[in-house]
């Protein structure tokens, strides 16, 4: 059985998206078996591996209609001699319709339930599903965190990033009431720069307010990040991200040692 992990905070610019497609991409290199949920109607998980062009079916029609199953897209970017091979790792892609489904699934019952449900079917070929969720606490976060046992806070180390994280801490209460394995399983730093006196400072808060549940790994800023997801791929196939895949492999470890 799968380990399902969200990837959220109602807090938008924070990372989700480079979070849940890098992160996925290094828990694919350590050897894991690995699916990513494109659930953010902007559909950028699904461009950062380049899919979008070839979306014929979306996780909207599979979350409207139960007989419908999960469309999933293996990543094809490495080879077998690649020591980047990523060929552990499929996507299940969104597209802009995802918002019009997210407003039909308003009058849907069981709407909570319908990412939980299509996953059930599928997680026996995985050991990580990861699921990005858009900047809102609506249907589809709820789906999110409904269906994972996990998830994963990335934050910036700024004050007005907090007010995000604490809204997100009172929402996973409310969950709870529908999924009681939820836990936090860690809550990242991301886009950090150290240079910055304000982030250094917010980042001792966050590691003295919540401790150990901060992972020891740090985002910093890294153009070459945003460079990889605009091109359509990961860190692992971008030129000049090494610094970056040193980082989310380093994550990765972490994430295999918490989960």
């Known amino acids: 059985m799968a380990t399902v992990i969200a ?16 992160l996925g991409a290094a828990l694919a290199l350590r050897g894991r078996r690995v699916l990513l949920v494109d659930l953010d109607p902007q559909g950028n998980l699904t461009s950062a591996f380049g899919l979008e062009k070839d979306v014929q079916q979306t996780v909207a029609e599979s979350l409207l209609d139960r007989r419908v199953p ?4 293996t990543v094809a970017n490495g080879s077998s ?3 980047t091979n990523t060929q552990h790792l499929s996507v299940v892609p969104a597209a802009v319709a995802l918002a019009s489904a997210e407003a039909q699934l308003m009058n849907k019952l069981g709407r909570e339930l319908r990412l939980r449900d299509q996953l059930l079917g599928v997680d026996e070929r995985y050991d990580y599903i990861m699921i990005d969720t858009p900047p809102s606490l609506g249907v589809l976060t709820i ?3 409904v269906a994972a046992t996990k998830v ?4 910036e180390a700024r004050f007005f990033s907090l007010q995000g994280l604490q809204m997100l801490e009172e929402s996973i209460e409310e969950i709870l009431y529908l999924n009681p394995r939820l836990e936090v399983l860690g809550i990242l730093l991301s886009k950090m720069d150290r240079r910055l006196k304000e982030e250094r400072q917010v980042a001792e808060y966050l590691r003295q307010r919540w401790g150990v549940r901060v992972f020891c790994t740090e985002i910093g800023t890294n153009s070459k990040i945003l ?5 359509g791929t990961s860190v692992f196939h971008y030129a000049g991200a090494e610094k970056a895949v040193e980082t989310y492999l380093a994550l990765a470890d972490e994430v295999l040692t918490r989960a």
């Open 7 to 22: 990837v959220a905070n109602q807090k938008g610019g924070v990372g989700k998206t480079t979070t849940t497609a890098n």
């Open 70 to 73: 999960l469309p999933v897209v």
């Open 81 to 83: 001699g690649d020591p």
């Open 143 to 145: 789906n999110a965190l």
């Open 152 to 155: 994963i806070i990335p934050t």
């Open 227 to 231: 460079e990889a997801g605009s091109a």
